[in-house]
């Protein structure tokens, strides 16, 4: 179950695979995490930062008081960086990072753990949000769990698997249970555009077998699929 929940998966997934009722997961979930805590101890957020604009398109519980420094709404969207930092012995620190796609693909890359000194870190964090011309802003961690477990939850709902080198990075995240306080998907719908290392043609086959065809999603590709 642990390694299930490394991936990312949430306790009503982890009990489809073990063909349990949900009931009886989610209170193991929680008391692993609880005893995993008090065991090693969660190493201590030093920091954590989201993308200015990780809102656009998305419905945020408006309880949570959760705010985005850069809302206003663009042609720019769906591809959010999350940096999340702990402490790790003396002047060390842990770092990882995700590039969620919260729009429609969930997690497409991760990097992590990395341990630096703070004097590095302080380095890093411009460069690792310089591809976002509004910055970057500090977060919560809880936004940065909620945001990133949620959009693999999300694009698992659509037929896709969150990039393999989330796992190592997921457990500095730390525990999340869901369901997360975002809706994803551009205003509420799957919405692909295409990257780069992409296969296009894939994306749009799954999301027709997944959510039907056409305006049930909308996508944005380069060349003809």
Not at 14 to 21: K, M, S
Not at 134 to 140: F, I, K, L, R
Request: hydrophobic share 40%; charged share 20%.
């Amino acid at each position: 179950m642990s390694e299930l929940r490394g991936e990312g998966k949430s306790p009503k997934q982890i009990a489809r695979i073990l063909g349990v009722p949900p009931s009886m997961v989610t209170p193991l979930v929680r008391a692993a995490a609880a005893q995993a805590q008090a065991v090693a101890g969660e190493p201590p957020v030093v920091g954590c930062w989201i993308s200015a604009g990780w809102s656009r398109g998305l419905t945020v519980d408006p309880s949570r008081g959760w705010v985005d420094e850069a809302p206003e709404p663009d042609d720019v969207g769906g591809l959010v960086s999350v940096l999340v930092a702990r402490k790790h012995r003396w002047d060390k620190v842990s770092t990882c990072g995700y590039l969620a796609d919260v729009y429609c693909l969930g997690v497409k890359n991760a990097l992590g753990p990395d341990i630096r000194t703070e004097v590095e870190l302080a380095r890093f964090v411009p460069e690792y949000f310089a591809a976002h011309p509004e910055g970057w802003q500090a977060a919560p961690i809880e936004l940065a769990a909620d945001l990133v477990f949620g959009s693999v939850e999300y694009a698992r709902g659509l037929g896709f698997e969150p990039h393999p080198d989330f796992a190592p990075a997921a457990g500095h995240l730390g525990p999340w249970d869901g369901p997360s306080a975002i809706t994803f998907g551009k205003d509420g719908k799957p919405f692909y555009l295409s990257g780069p290392y992409d296969n296009p043609r894939r994306v749009v086959e799954t999301l027709q077998r997944t959510v039907g065809p056409a305006p049930n999603f909308d996508f944005v590709i380069g060349q003809a699929v």
